[in-house]
């Protein structure tokens, strides 16, 4: 298992394991990264977007509450762990689910509206090719709005190593980089009170 840890930062078999008690135990702890993403998500449109893809969906808190606020649109999640996807699909039963990592999204070019990414940033081996991704499957114009913790410092880093379970973080001009690599442009940017950059984007 270290091993596998140590290579991978997506810690798939850890999520597995959580799953059943993520929300009870580690949900309060990405509040403000959801709320931000949701209002900046549900400000920027005056009807709603057709379709909305969430990266790293978990157990579909977020994609609930989109649900709630638009019923019109159709959501999609996407997880490489199937114990968060089975959680995600008590809430969102009609929703469709893909246990897969984000290197490879099974979806067609320029189908997307909206793409959500919150805290799942970190956890994805090559950050560059899911962003290039997300360009792919975006539509024209389309928004993707990104949640990510801020590195931390040199002490919890250490730590997080010594543990090996140390996330890929980035700072939030890196973070900007890859996007415009990836041919999306940063429109939007905040870092919050409790260290979490969001960021927005447009194809």
């Known amino acids: 298992m270290h ?21 009870q135990k580690y949900g ?19 009807t709603y977007p ?12 977020l994609l609930q509450q989109l649900t709630n606020f638009w019923p019109e649109s159709q959501v999609i999640g996407l997880d490489p762990a199937q114990a968060m996807i089975e959680q995600a699909s008590k809430k969102l039963p009609h929703a469709k689910f893909i246990t897969k990592k984000a290197e490879t999204i099974p979806l067609a070019n320029n189908t997307i509206d909206l793409v959500i990414c919150t805290t799942s940033f970190g956890h994805w081996r090559n950050q560059l090719s899911v962003l290039k991704e997300i360009n792919r499957v975006l539509c024209h114009r389309g928004i993707f709005i990104l949640a990510e913790h801020c ?7 250490f730590f997080l ?3 090996q379970r140390l996330p890929n973080l980035k700072a939030l001009p890196d973070i900007k980089v890859l996007l415009k690599k990836s041919g999306l ?19």
């Open 3 to 23: 091993k596998y840890i140590k290579r991978d930062p997506g810690y798939i078999d850890i999520f597995n394991r959580i799953a059943p008690l993520y929300d």
């Open 28 to 46: 309060q702890d990405c509040i403000t990264a959801q709320t931000k993403v949701f209002n900046w998500a549900t400000n920027s449109y005056s």
């Open 50 to 61: 057709s379709k909305i893809l969430d990266i790293g969906c978990g157990t579909g808190t």
């Open 151 to 157: 590195p931390p410092n040199f002490f919890v880093k």
């Open 161 to 163: 190593y010594i543990i």
């Open 185 to 203: 442009t940063p429109i939007q940017e905040e870092i919050t009170d409790d260290h979490f950059i969001i960021l927005k984007s447009i194809k």
